[in-house]
């Protein structure tokens, strides 16, 4: 059955375009400002790692980030950490693709390392950018006819010390882009079924380039490339029989494992653990969190609770209260998209509280790959608080991009310009990055507005068919 209504006049991507537009913004501003290398994001272990690899060495946790002070010019000395356990690239326990990537920027700095550090922050910028993007894309795929939904998501998403890491020299941008690009096609496929021609064809290979860009970066990509490959076997398996399932996921999961797997056996080898997260507890000397009051002392856990308050108290108080009202109204019902991003989550979750009870450091950016179901259910949630969807939307982005307009300011000041008398570069360029900035944040304010004086609260133009009863559930949520 086909439910036609007068489309929207602006697309629901336009506000997750300009809030990836935003981030970029955000990023370049930052990358040109904070000095480098910046140790709290692990800058001098990522540029030891590409040094490593220009010398045509794979590095290991034990490797010295400087081997040869002439490779790095006048930051040399910076570099070198102020003990031992800090002078080494203790990032090669992850995959080497993003490092990979940015390796033609070394060549291109000529022993001068400087010359185009803002240029590999950059790389890591982008990535940000397109994640927020796939966020809005994955939140149109779970909820299609409420195109409220990925507009708040992406503005949810793009939290105020997520949109500050994006301006460093690091690889979650790249493997979180690629983790969400896997999770789009993947729940594409399953929304559209398995067919032999092109369009499931592209959606597949897709789905298995995502995958091997996240497991290529950081071993949480690995969780995900497991997650697609178990929920289309099971999810088509049952659906179709046993060779298209097996056909598709392997694959989406074959494709991967073959490119990178070596690499966590290598870690195996190395470090008794496919991450290698053991051996860095025992190099850093962390003390497991033993007691509640030992929360409180996990490195980096203070600046992300003051810095998200809002996305917190979303999905802890008014996501739960509308998931058992929803429950108790219609029952639990399941759609195998949901339930992948549940089970990866869920997954996720776990690793993080046993990384940080055994005394590791807390990092949001650790939640990217987890954002699409966060976002998209603090959105579903913060859409319930009123009777008017775009109108709710309005007031809840308003909120979220004034706070998020306060928390870099705040973030900076604290950070950045109160810790340097200088800056990378100088000059009116940072000041105009951050004016596009604000005039990208108010225009995705306006487009929601405008949602909201026009045709918003009506239903979605284009004819769209019922995809099944599982997913309708999710409509009314």
Same mark, same amino acid.
């Given at each position: 059955?086909?439910?036609?209504?007068?489309?929207?006049?602006?697309?629901?991507?336009?506000?997750?375009?300009?809030?990836?537009?935003?981030?970029?913004? =955000?990023?370049?501003?930052?990358?040109?400002?904070?000095?480098?290398?910046?140790?709290?994001?692990?800058?001098?272990?990522?540029?030891?790692?590409?040094?490593?690899?220009?010398?045509?060495?794979?590095?290991?946790?034990?490797?010295?980030?400087?081997?040869?002070?002439?490779?790095?010019?006048?930051?040399?000395?910076?570099?070198?950490?102020?003990?031992?356990?800090?002078?080494?690239?203790?990032?090669?326990?992850?995959?080497?693709?993003?490092?990979?990537?940015?390796?033609?920027?070394?060549?291109?700095?000529?022993?001068?390392?400087?010359?185009?550090?803002?240029?590999?922050?950059?790389?890591?910028?982008?990535?940000?950018?397109?994640?927020?993007?796939?966020?809005?894309?994955?939140?149109?795929?779970?909820?299609?006819?409420?195109?409220?939904?990925?507009?708040?998501?992406?503005?949810? +998403?793009?939290?105020?010390?997520?949109?500050?890491?994006?301006?460093?020299?690091?690889?979650?941008?790249?493997?979180?882009?690629?983790?969400?690009?896997?999770?789009?096609?993947?729940?594409?496929?399953?929304?559209?079924?398995?067919?032999?021609?092109?369009?499931?064809?592209?959606?597949? +290979?897709?789905?298995?380039?995502?995958?091997?860009?996240?497991?290529?970066?950081?071993? !949480?990509?690995?969780?995900?490339?497991?997650?697609?490959?178990?929920?289309?076997?099971?999810?088509?398996?049952?659906?179709? $029989?046993?060779?298209?399932?097996?056909?598709?996921?392997?694959? &989406?999961?074959? =494709?991967?494992?073959?490119?990178?797997?070596?690499?966590?056996?290598?870690?195996?080898?190395?470090?008794?653990?496919?991450?290698?997260?053991?051996?860095?507890?025992?190099?850093?000397?962390?003390?497991?969190?033993?007691?509640?009051?030992?929360?409180?002392?996990?490195?980096?856990?203070?600046?992300?609770?003051?810095?998200?308050?809002?996305?917190?108290?979303?999905?802890?108080?008014?996501?739960?209260?509308?998931?058992?009202?929803?429950?108790?109204?219609?029952?639990?019902?399941?759609?195998?998209?949901? &339930?992948?991003?549940?089970?990866?989550?869920?997954?996720?979750?776990?690793?993080?509280?046993?990384?940080?009870?055994?005394?590791?450091?807390?990092?949001?950016?650790?939640?990217?790959?987890?954002?699409?179901?966060?976002?998209?259910?603090?959105?579903?949630?913060?859409?319930?608080?009123?009777?008017?969807?775009?109108?709710?939307?309005? &007031?809840? !982005? $308003?909120?979220?991009?004034?706070?998020?307009?306060?928390?870099?300011?705040?973030?900076?000041?604290?950070?950045?310009?109160?810790?340097?008398?200088?800056?990378?570069?100088?000059?009116?360029?940072?000041?105009?990055?951050?004016?596009?900035?604000?005039?990208?944040?108010?225009? +995705?304010?306006?487009?929601?507005?405008?949602?909201?004086?026009?045709?918003?609260?009506?239903?979605?133009?284009?004819?769209?068919?019922?995809?099944? !009863?599982?997913?309708?559930?999710?409509?009314?949520?």
């Amino acid at each position: 059955m086909l439910e036609v209504s007068p489309a929207p006049r602006r697309s629901p991507m336009t506000v997750p375009a300009l809030m990836a537009v935003l981030v970029l913004l =955000v990023g370049a501003q930052v990358a040109c400002v904070f000095k480098f290398p910046s140790w709290g994001n692990d800058e001098p272990a990522h540029l030891g790692y590409v040094a490593a690899l220009a010398r045509g060495d794979l590095p290991t946790i034990e490797t010295d980030t400087v081997a040869d002070p002439q490779q790095y010019g006048v930051i040399a000395d910076d570099l070198v950490g102020w003990d031992e356990e800090h002078g080494d690239v203790w990032t090669a326990n992850h995959a080497p693709l993003f490092h990979l990537t940015v390796l033609p920027l070394w060549w291109a700095s000529d022993g001068e390392p400087q010359r185009v550090f803002i240029a590999m922050r950059l790389v890591n910028t982008l990535g940000f950018a397109l994640w927020v993007l796939l966020v809005g894309l994955i939140a149109r795929e779970l909820v299609p006819r409420r195109p409220a939904v990925p507009a708040l998501a992406a503005v949810l +998403a793009a939290t105020p010390t997520l949109s500050l890491r994006a301006g460093f020299l690091m690889n979650d941008g790249m493997s979180s882009a690629g983790a969400l690009l896997a999770f789009w096609m993947t729940i594409r496929v399953l929304r559209d079924g398995v067919r032999v021609d092109r369009v499931t064809g592209g959606r597949l +290979a897709l789905a298995a380039l995502g995958g091997v860009v996240a497991a290529g970066t950081r071993a !949480s990509g690995v969780l995900v490339v497991a997650a697609c490959c178990l929920t289309l076997l099971v999810a088509l398996w049952r659906r179709y $029989g046993a060779r298209q399932a097996i056909l598709a996921a392997g694959v &989406v999961g074959g =494709v991967p494992a073959l490119a990178t797997g070596w690499f966590y056996l290598r870690n195996l080898h190395l470090y008794g653990d496919l991450t290698g997260q053991s051996a860095l507890l025992d190099k850093f000397q962390r003390n497991p969190v033993t007691t509640l009051g030992g929360i409180w002392g996990i490195p980096s856990l203070d600046e992300a609770l003051y810095s998200m308050p809002i996305a917190f108290a979303v999905l802890l108080v008014l996501v739960p209260v509308v998931a058992i009202r929803r429950v108790r109204r219609t029952g639990i019902t399941w759609d195998a998209a949901w &339930v992948m991003l549940l089970a990866h989550g869920a997954v996720t979750a776990v690793q993080i509280v046993g990384f940080l009870r055994s005394g590791g450091g807390y990092h949001d950016r650790y939640l990217m790959t987890v954002m699409p179901l966060l976002a998209t259910a603090g959105a579903l949630a913060m859409l319930r608080t009123g009777r008017h969807e775009w109108r709710v939307a309005a &007031v809840w !982005s $308003g909120v979220l991009l004034a706070w998020l307009a306060g928390a870099l300011v705040w973030l900076e000041r604290l950070q950045i310009f109160g810790r340097q008398t200088s800056h990378p570069v100088e000059g009116p360029l940072p000041e105009l990055l951050v004016g596009l900035a604000v005039a990208t944040g108010l225009a +995705a304010w306006a487009t929601v507005v405008a949602h909201a004086r026009s045709d918003g609260d009506r239903p979605q133009l284009r004819a769209e068919p019922a995809l099944n !009863s599982a997913q309708e559930s999710f409509q009314s949520l």
